[in-house]
């Protein structure tokens, strides 16, 4: 093992609910048949990947998981978004900063989460923050991992 | 000696205190980070900033506990403390309330999300 990259913080999220919906029909469906009634309903989402795709729309988002019923609720009322919708719980996010465009950042990350044999259900880099969605239960197996590679200041962060 | 002025920007959210520090930063400011209440204390300690942009929603120590601590305390209550708070419509749940900012002795609140130019004016302004 080489020497550990230097970190400022780690952050673990409390469970949360993923959800993965997808349509076929024209690009705005979504926006209108998903995000537009959980916006409605004042459901916070705190991660958020979309794509549009010539014959397909995809989102992709975690929510808390006390929203997770209201969701469901969502998703089941509407048949067409029901046909392509996943809800997969409990699942946790583990953020690592700051990122500053390191490929090599995500590389260590991802083999360290390969290592630990942690399925990885999603991952996303923004301005600072790397962040990984896991399943909630080895988060704290993931926080090791990373210990592993990455050195992280002794006063924990947000929820370390 | 370097003559730039000091600001502690303290939120959990990271992609927030980078986007506060890299506006601070090209307006000739130094920037302290921390992602806590008990790292910002660390950070007040050592660094003595001139000023500090403060979250309310935080682990481990809120905002509104370390507002109330540091105005309290002699030695660091004249360092200017300007208070982001969600609290209120943009939050659908929360512990805190308008009430405890009310009773909060920051000098300054600023409701998120924030308008970054309009902190930079409230940090220029206490800065002069």
């Known amino acids: 093992m080489g020497e550990k990259i230097p970190m400022e913080g780690v952050n673990v999220s409390p469970k949360m609910v993923r959800v993965s919906v997808s349509h076929s029909s024209p690009e705005g469906d979504l926006t209108v048949g998903f995000l537009h009634p959980l916006a409605q309903d004042r459901i916070n989402m705190k991660l958020l990947i979309t794509e549009e795709g010539k014959e397909e729309s995809r989102v992709f988002c975690c929510l808390a998981g006390a929203d997770g019923t209201r969701t469901r609720g969502l998703i089941d009322s509407n048949p067409d978004l029901a046909k392509g919708a996943e809800v997969h719980e409990p699942v946790g996010l583990i953020s690592i900063f700051p990122l500053r465009s390191s490929l090599k950042t995500v590389g260590l990350a991802l083999i360290a989460l390969a290592e630990a044999r942690i399925p990885v259900h999603g991952f996303c880099s923004s301005l600072s923050a790397l962040t990984f969605v896991i399943d909630h239960d080895r988060l704290q197996e993931a926080l090791a991992a990373f210990e592993g590679c990455f050195d992280f200041p002794g006063e924990g962060p947000a929820g370390r | ?128």
Request: hydrophobic share 40%; net charge negative.
């Open chain 2, 1 to 128: 000696m370097d003559d730039k002025k000091l600001i502690l920007v303290v939120d959990d959210d990271p992609d927030l205190v980078e986007a506060i520090s890299m506006k601070l930063e090209s307006e000739n400011y130094r920037v302290a980070k921390a992602y806590d209440g008990i790292q910002a204390w660390d950070r007040i300690k050592r660094e003595r900033p001139h000023l500090i942009i403060l979250d309310v929603m935080m682990p481990n120590k809120n905002g509104y506990q370390v507002c109330d601590e540091l105005k309290k305390d002699s030695q660091y209550s004249n360092i200017t403390v300007v208070l982001l708070t969600a609290v209120g419509d943009a939050v659908t749940s929360t512990k805190y309330t308008h009430m405890d900012g009310k009773t909060a002795l920051a000098d300054e609140f600023i409701p998120k999300p924030i308008d970054l130019d309009n902190l930079m004016e409230i940090v220029k302004d206490y800065t002069r």
